[in-house]
Structure formats: C-alpha cells, structure tokens
C-alpha cells in the first residue's frame, strides 16, 4: 500500500452533458440520438488514443467515462452504452420550475448535472474533469489538438514536471481567442473539481441568474488557478489553447462547424 507520504493519484472523469429532450422542444429526436451516438463514440475513441485498451486501473492515471442526461431517473438509450465502460446518470434539472420567472439557461443546467456528478461519484478536489457537450464529436476520430494536450500535461509521469491545471479556449464560438478574456467554449473543456465547485458565485461575486454561463467558467478557472502556487513557489498554469482545439460544433442543430 502507499506510505501516508506518496501523493494521491489523480483521476480524470470525462463528463459528457446530454439532454435528450429540451425545453425548447425537440424537433428531430432520431437525429439527436444519431449525435450522442458520434459523440460518445469520439470521446470514448479519445480514450483509447490516451489510455490503449488496457483496464484503467492498470494506467498511471485511472480514468471514468460519464454520460450525464437532465430529465429524470429512468431508461433511456443512454443505458446501451453502459455496455462500454460508461457510467449513466441521470439528473432533474431540465425539470425544475421556472427560478424568478425565468427558466435556466443549458449552461446553468449543464453546470449542476456536473456538479451532481462530482457529488455522487466522490470525485476529489484535484481530480480532472473533461466536460464535453455530447451532441458534438472530437476531430480525427478523437486524435483531436485538446486530446493530445490531456496526454502533454496530464499523463506518461508529466505532473510532476509542468504545473498546468487546466485547459481552456478562451472566447466565443463566433469569435475564439488565442489570448486569455472573460469568455470561453465549454463544449469542451478540462479543469480540477475544486474550481467547478466553487461556481457560479463562490469564485464569481458578480455572477447574476441567466448569465452565460461561459462567463463564469472563464472568470472561475482565471480566479481560481492563474495566482496559485505550488509548495515549491511556482505558479500553476493555465493553458490556452492557440489555434484549433479539434472539436465539431453545431449550438444551434444539426449543421456543424469545426473550432
């Protein structure tokens, strides 16, 4: 066993956010179930380019697959891919009343569905979170830039030599940037559980309901990481990511772009 001095082995947890049927109504529920099924295909893909094919347990860095779906406790296609080494779990926030005569925007959402993860899960404070919006899929069947900056920073003994917590891109979907802002894409994202907990007001004071939520992600991780420092007085980074991330997009349907 290790001495009560060997440090604590981080797990990443892969977070996919669904929502099979959504506020605003769904139109199309065959070509909704058709992106889940890419996108968790990509991701799971993605797992195999980091880890191979070998049990997770056996890796210097165990991992866990989660599909997280917001409209109650039942049977869901989802289900099927608990055959693959997915845990399913299901949330009730897409069904909560209207909050001050408005309904929560799917960022807000998405970010308690994470949350309920991290409790029943029992994730850590420096465990790694992946959150990925599984209507969208990695490029290169999942050999995708943000991919290979998981295994850059996170895994093959680097830890100990970079002191990188968190992988962003900044900006909009319309309007990425290559340089740090109050603003970035959370279709894909990598960042610590200790920062995702502490939002949207703990780490955020000016955070209002209805918000984007990208908003406060971006100002979180930037609060939270950016002025760090580790026992040896050097700073803890955060990576933008310059250039393209390798993520397939579509926040208004079904047509995709890549970003």
Known sequence: PPSASSPTKRKIYFVLTASIKTTEGETNVAARKMQYHRGILSLLN???VLFGNDDDDDDDTAY???LVENNGYRSTYLDNYKSLGVKVIYTESNNKAPHDGRNMEKGEKELQDVQT???QLNMQPNDLIVKMTARYYL???GHAPFIDLIRQHFLSGRESS?????IVKFGSYDRPSNVVVDDCITGL???PVKVVMQMPTKCNPTYRPGDPIEWTYAKCILKELANQSNDQGEKKH????QGPMGLWIAPAGTKYRLV
Request: hydrophobic share 50%; aromatic share 0%.
């Open 189 to 191: 994202i990598a960042l």
């Open 46 to 48: 993605a797992t195999k």
């Open 117 to 119: 993860c991290i409790q």
């Open 64 to 66: 866990q697959v989660v």
């Open 238 to 241: 955060i990576h933008a990511i």
């Open 139 to 141: 490029d290169q069947n």
């Open 162 to 166: 970079n002191n990188i917590q968190a």
